[in-house]
């Protein structure tokens, strides 16, 4: 009699598990809000250095981002440290990004006054809380070469 009461002990917990244990395949991953990668928030405020060939000793920037879909964020761009203009206009232009895993795909549309251009390119998150982007493109200083933009999360 002892013996049948453990196995029914045994099957009653492993029941219980089965009843309320998660989904089968479903791992703390699955569960993560959209705009977290790992343990950090992508939206908010990141600044840093943007360096090309013609700006080797780099100027600052910030992204201003907030979620705009599964995966993809956007947001205004500032050629500062904060989040004002540098010309004098309500931002210095846009960024879209999306991210898979801790690759980024990103656009950056310069919206500084009469010096309007596209910068595209693909990055990582280096640490957590730094994305590191390698970018080309044109505006008109020239075109810009082997760009590197690291920004950190404020």
């Given at each position: 009699?002892?013996?049948l009461?453990?196995?029914?002990?045994?099957s009653?917990?492993?029941?219980?598990?089965?009843?309320?244990?998660?989904?089968?395949?479903?791992?703390?991953?699955?569960?993560m809000?959209?705009?977290t990668?790992?343990?950090?928030?992508?939206?908010?405020?990141?600044?840093?250095?943007?360096?090309?060939?013609?700006?080797?000793?780099?100027n600052?920037?910030?992204?201003?981002?907030?979620?705009t879909?599964?995966?993809?964020?956007?947001?205004k761009?500032?050629?500062?440290?904060?989040?004002?203009?540098?010309?004098?206009?309500?931002?210095?232009?846009?960024?879209?990004l999306?991210?898979?895993?801790?690759?980024?795909?990103?656009?950056?549309?310069?919206?500084?006054?009469?010096c309007?251009g596209?910068?595209?390119?693909?990055?990582?998150?280096?640490?957590?809380?730094k994305?590191?982007?390698?970018?080309?493109?044109?505006?008109?200083?020239?075109?810009?070469?082997?760009?590197?933009?690291?920004?950190?999360?404020?």
């Open positions: 009699m002892k013996g009461n453990t196995v029914t002990a045994c009653i917990v492993v029941i219980s598990c089965l009843v309320f244990a998660p989904s089968c395949g479903e791992s703390a991953e699955d569960k809000p959209d705009n990668t790992e343990e950090f928030m992508i939206d908010g405020i990141w600044s840093g250095i943007f360096r090309s060939n013609l700006f080797p000793n780099g600052a920037y910030t992204f201003d981002l907030a979620q879909g599964n995966n993809k964020y956007g947001g761009v500032y050629a500062t440290s904060g989040t004002v203009s540098c010309c004098g206009g309500p931002d210095d232009g846009s960024v879209s999306t991210i898979v895993n801790d690759s980024i795909d990103f656009k950056i549309i310069s919206g500084v006054m009469d309007p596209i910068f595209e390119g693909v990055g990582i998150f280096e640490v957590q809380e994305m590191v982007l390698t970018f080309s493109g044109n505006d008109c200083d020239g075109d810009h070469e082997d760009g590197n933009l690291t920004l950190f999360k404020r």
